[in-house]
């Protein structure tokens, strides 16, 4: 998909009202999707690509921003996905710089009051989101990405290194 490709913006008509809905917010959109399935690349690869930008990065992030607040676990549990992969395959360190600065990001307000949901699909969208704050939380105090950077030479708990 072409640079031009994603910077134009769409126009979106609904019968009341008329906004523009820019590329980006639709490719959010459409990776996190509320069927249960993995983000589809073609919506994932332009938004890596767009984490090269700036002011892309930006429209990226407050697209995820609405998307986290859903109350449907499977737009959270898909917006965290975005988020990882943008962490793990984005422009360098983008992610983990903003989201280091922007932990609010992280806290799953409505979707922990919603009550419709089972108990273990929530606890294992908080342990997920817990484990991407405490990465970018940490990314924050030290500037380093232990697990994408893969230091081999940290010890486990066997006293092996990591891969080991």
Same mark, same amino acid.
């Given at each position: 998909m072409?640079?031009r490709?994603l910077?134009k913006?769409?126009?979106?008509?609904?019968?009341?009202s008329?906004?523009?809905?820019t590329?980006?917010?639709?490719?959010?959109?459409?990776?996190?999707?509320?069927?249960?399935?993995p983000?589809?690349a073609?919506?994932v690869?332009?938004?890596?690509?767009?984490?090269?930008d700036p002011?892309?990065?930006?429209? &990226? *992030?407050?697209? @995820?921003?609405? =998307?986290?607040? /859903?109350?449907?676990?499977?737009i959270?549990y898909? $917006?965290? &996905? *975005?988020?990882? @992969?943008?962490i =793990?395959?984005? /422009?360098?360190d983008?992610?983990?710089k903003?989201? $280091?600065?922007h932990?609010?990001?992280?806290?799953l307000?409505?979707?922990?009051?919603?009550?419709?949901?089972s108990?273990g699909?929530?606890?294992?969208?908080?342990?997920?989101?817990n484990?991407?704050?405490?990465?970018?939380k940490?990314?924050?105090h030290?500037?380093?990405?232990?697990?994408?950077?893969?230091?081999?030479?940290l010890?486990?708990v066997?006293?092996?290194?990591?891969?080991?």
């Amino acid at each position: 998909m072409s640079k031009r490709t994603l910077l134009k913006t769409v126009d979106t008509a609904d019968t009341s009202s008329r906004f523009e809905m820019t590329t980006y917010v639709k490719l959010v959109k459409g990776a996190t999707k509320i069927k249960m399935a993995p983000p589809k690349a073609k919506y994932v690869d332009p938004i890596l690509m767009g984490t090269s930008d700036p002011g892309e990065f930006r429209e &990226i *992030v407050r697209a @995820l921003d609405s =998307r986290i607040n /859903d109350t449907a676990w499977t737009i959270v549990y898909k $917006s965290l &996905i *975005v988020v990882h @992969l943008i962490i =793990r395959e984005g /422009d360098k360190d983008a992610g983990l710089k903003y989201y $280091s600065n922007h932990l609010s990001f992280f806290q799953l307000s409505e979707i922990t009051k919603s009550a419709k949901w089972s108990s273990g699909d929530i606890r294992a969208l908080e342990r997920y989101n817990n484990y991407l704050k405490i990465r970018c939380k940490e990314y924050g105090h030290i500037s380093k990405d232990y697990v994408r950077d893969g230091y081999y030479s940290l010890k486990s708990v066997n006293g092996n290194g990591i891969g080991v």
